[in-house]
């Protein structure tokens, strides 16, 4: 089966081509609506699924594969800051905290009717950082397309005092769980790619 992957993230496309699995990207083009009084968890599920649908409706022979990545400090959701302004609150509002890396991810084919949905959590604590280091970070203008402000493959793997969880999963893709699905929904090993 020929499998798309519905994401305009670099990052998700560079942690699927670790492994073996053919694939082309196609980028979803929906609108990323927040509701109210819905559960971080619930919106992540969510907007994967609507990813990999909009993909999936012309597609329909295929196997699409969505994702979306969002930080959740208590309930509050943090997804992409609109400017340096933003990304500065947001970093100092993660600072001495734990928070919640959240990953939904969703498989559709039409053909065989298949919707699979899932998510994956992982913890991340900050450092109790100074202003001064969360100007220097916020410098280094890796914020602006990232969830919650950072990007734990970058400048931001300095902010972090330990993480628990999948760490592909804080870059956007948990590749393990997404590996458990394919193998048990689609019957594709990752090892082999096929
Ligand atoms: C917390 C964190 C997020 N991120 C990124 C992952 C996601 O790309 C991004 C969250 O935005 P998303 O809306 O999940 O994804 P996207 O807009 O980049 O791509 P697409 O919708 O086309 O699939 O934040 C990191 O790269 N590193 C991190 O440490």
Redesign the pocket.
Known sequence: MEIIL???????KEILQNTKLKFEIE??DIE?IILENESPEDM?VR?AYE?AFDVAKKNKDKLVI??????ALDNEVL??PKDKQEAYQMIKKLSNKTHK?I?GISLINLKENKVIKDYVVSC?TFKDLSDDSIKDYINTNESL????A?????Y?ALLVKTIQGDYFN???LPISRLSDLLKDHFDINLFYGG
């Open positions: 519905a994401s305009a993230s670099p990052r998700r980028k979803s990323e992540v907007l990813k969505g994702a979306d990545t969002i930080v997804g992409k890396v990953t991340v397309d990232k969830a919650g950072y990007g734990i493959q970058g931001g804080i870059v956007g």
